[in-house]
């Protein structure tokens, strides 16, 4: 293949705990480790399991990698959550002629009116994929293989010694997720004009420095109630009422205090702020409380 | 109004003016030359002369932490220290300054270590230069008892809220017996009003401070604190012209000794100012036209009175008592930066000495200024000097 000057640009959507971080760290290894110029980086914060996530790549056959900035225009994006598609902006600024590499249940004919250009869209059930050859559903490696397969960013055989290095024991099931994914995911060309992002990702508006209250002191109390976390969840808890003894060890070890007790005395979690952690599941000592997967 | 002249060891002075200004909260950790302050308080707080929560603190990071909180319930808080002690604060002086909480500290300048050394210079002070907090310096025992309660003034001032620091050479005045005309209380009481902070600390009242400041709201915290800074001047001035009202004693962000004539003149800090003044009275009788100058507002640094007191000179002789290792003096290299932007400006000497309390005598003074002169005449402009140092 021709070496080309041109910089590929990735972001990956996803949410913390999928892996996002370490998918686009190993392309970036693998890339290196063709010869190729590439480098990952997260958008550094304060993310928590479940919240949405950005990580960024950039390869290049010969030109040395020097921005330090978030990808703006990319190239490519890949969506390890198709929840995701709903709560952010995911094709902001994607360029004309860009690759959508989406996880998704759903098939290509389902999906494809939710984007508007011209664009190449690859679907592929990962987390169905990463059930399977992985047993958890953790889908990064699993998009990593759909993303070469919808793009000729690296060879799928590069990822073997990154893998290796970075599983060990585990590396067969990746790979293998690789592999599985490399073949069943679904292209489709896309498509309608682009439009120009009327979002960025920061939805939030923030005070001017003149607004600032001294010392950013913050005088409405409680406003953290605001944020509603609950959409960083990807699972629910579920009661069930024939197993639960209302005995409240849910709501005492619920880490996000978003356990209450209803008017027949029976526990549930406000869907706003519950993240899905799991952890009342594992509490109930009557295994009444089942994590059920969002759609 | 000020009551008659009386012999006091400058700590006790700004004891005096603590208990003067009805400090509600200290807390502090005892380093010498700062330890006769607070040892002072504790006594007026034991045996209720001053009715003040006194928190004894493990260590200094502990007492300005310990200072955060009774300023932040809005507390009228006061600390004092030096060298490692002021060291060991550090991370937590950010914190004060960034969330605008009006604590007023004295600091006796020390060097600091290595090697050991509890004797006086500047290198505490500039340590904590970029620290976001109103600096001011003393020379003598008067000064450091009047700018201890205008800092209460100025730092609680609802257009300000910036802690605020007087510093006071270690020793020179700490330690000194002096003369001091202290004020009455029904006077202090009037030019100092109770502390009232807009947006206290209180559970029936639930604020947050303190919070995340993630990238899309940090540099504006920053501008805001760095425009609260800069504006604060205003108040510095206007405090210090009704306190020249009510007590005669008049301060100024630069202040100018016999400039009036002088081409060359030596810029200072802090006590030492006082026997240089002796050196350019003499040199002055002597028939030579120098002055001398000294920064009293070192943050938020006074850049046009500076350009104001410099404008008539040809040569201006800067003393610095600490070293920036590797890199140009702290003070001088600000001067430097404050008069490079103007097309005419005097020529820049800089001296560095007095470090970890060496003394510089008023003779010492005077080679000084001849030094400077010599330096400039044969255009040897590009490097500081270490003066007095044995070879």
């Known amino acids: 293949m021709e070496k080309r000057d041109k910089i590929i640009e990735i972001r990956w959507h996803g949410r913390g705990g999928q892996g996002a971080v370490t998918s686009a760290e190993l392309l970036a290894l693998a890339a290196i480790e063709e010869g190729k110029f590439a480098q990952a980086f997260p958008s550094f914060g304060p993310e928590r399991r479940g919240a949405p996530v950005l990580v960024f790549n950039r390869v290049s056959d010969k030109t040395p990698i020097r921005a330090r900035v978030s990808v703006i225009n990319p190239d490519i994006v890949v969506i390890l959550d198709p929840g995701l598609i709903y709560i952010t902006d995911v094709t902001a600024g994607l360029k004309e002629g860009g690759v959508i590499v989406i996880n998704t249940t759903k098939a290509v004919v389902d999906i494809k009116s939710e984007f508007n250009g011209s664009w190449k869209l690859a679907v592929v059930n990962a987390t169905s994929i990463a059930r399977d050859t992985i047993g958890v559903p953790i889908v990064n490696t699993t998009m990593l293989g759909a993303l070469v397969k919808a793009t000729d960013i690296i060879e799928l055989e590069s990822l073997a010694e990154p893998l290796k290095e970075r599983f060990g024991a585990r590396a067969k099931g990746n790979s293998d997720a690789c592999h599985r994914a490399y073949k069943e995911t679904e292209i489709a060309e896309l498509s309608g004009v682009v439009k120009k992002p009327t979002k960025t990702f920061e939805t939030e508006t923030f005070p001017s420095w003149q607004e600032l209250l001294p010392g950013s002191v913050i005088p409405e109390a409680g406003n953290a109630k605001q944020y509603r976390t609950g959409d960083w969840k990807s699972e629910s808890p579920i009661w069930d009422h024939q197993k639960c003894i209302k005995c409240g060890i849910c709501y005492l070890f619920c880490p996000e205090g978003c356990i209450g007790q209803n008017k027949d005395g029976y526990f549930e979690a406000n869907p706003y702020y519950c993240k899905g952690c799991g952890i009342c599941a594992r509490e109930c000592w009557t295994e009444a409380i089942k994590m059920v997967e969002e759609e | ?391």
């Open chain 2, 1 to 391: 109004m000020t009551t008659k002249r009386i012999g006091m060891e400058g700590s006790f002075a700004i004891a005096e003016a603590i208990k003067l200004a009805r400090v509600e909260a200290i807390a502090a950790y005892p380093i010498t030359p700062q330890t006769h302050i607070v040892e002072r308080l504790a006594e007026f707080v034991a045996n209720g002369e001053l009715d003040a929560e006194y928190i004894p603190v493990e260590s200094e990071h502990s007492a300005m932490s310990a200072c955060l909180g009774t300023s932040a319930v809005g507390a009228r808080t006061f600390t004092a220290t030096a060298s490692q002690g002021l060291e060991l604060m550090h991370e937590v002086l950010y914190v004060a300054s960034g969330l605008r909480l009006p604590i007023v500290m004295t600091v006796a300048n020390r060097a600091l270590s290595a090697p050991l050394s509890i004797w006086t210079d500047h290198s505490d002070a500039m340590a904590i230069r970029d620290c976001g907090w109103i600096q001011i310096f003393a020379e003598n025992a008067q000064q450091a008892f009047d700018l201890v309660l205008c800092a209460f003034r100025i730092a609680e001032d609802l257009t300000v809220l910036l802690p605020t620091i007087v510093h006071i050479d270690g020793f020179y005045i700490s330690h000194t017996i002096e003369s001091v005309e202290l004020l009455e209380q029904k006077v202090v009481d009037k030019f100092l009003p109770e502390y009232r902070h807009p947006y206290p600390l209180n559970p029936d009242k639930p604020v947050t401070m303190g919070a995340f400041g993630p990238p899309p709201i940090y540099t504006e915290t920053k501008k805001a604190h760095e425009v609260a800074l800069r504006d604060s001047k205003k108040v510095i001035l206007k405090v210090w012209q009704e306190f020249g009202k009510l007590s005669g004693s008049h301060y100024a962000p630069v202040e100018s000794y016999k400039t009036e004539d002088a081409d060359v003149l030596l810029l200072c800090m802090g006590s030492f100012s006082e026997t240089a003044m002796m050196s350019i009275d003499k040199m002055q009788a002597e028939g030579q036209k120098v002055g001398l100058i000294r920064l009293r507002l070192w943050r938020p640094f006074p850049t046009e009175e500076l350009r104001q007191a410099v404008s008539k000179a040809q040569l201006l002789i800067v003393f610095d008592r600490a070293l920036s290792l590797g890199g140009a003096p702290p003070v001088c290299s600000e001067i430097q930066a404050a008069l490079y932007p103007l097309k005419t400006k005097p020529k820049i000497v800089s001296f560095v000495g007095s470090l970890g309390g060496r003394e510089i005598s008023i003779q010492g003074f005077e080679e000084l200024i001849n030094n400077g002169m010599n330096r400039a005449k044969r255009g040897k402009l590009d490097e500081f000097e270490i003066i007095g140092v044995r070879e």
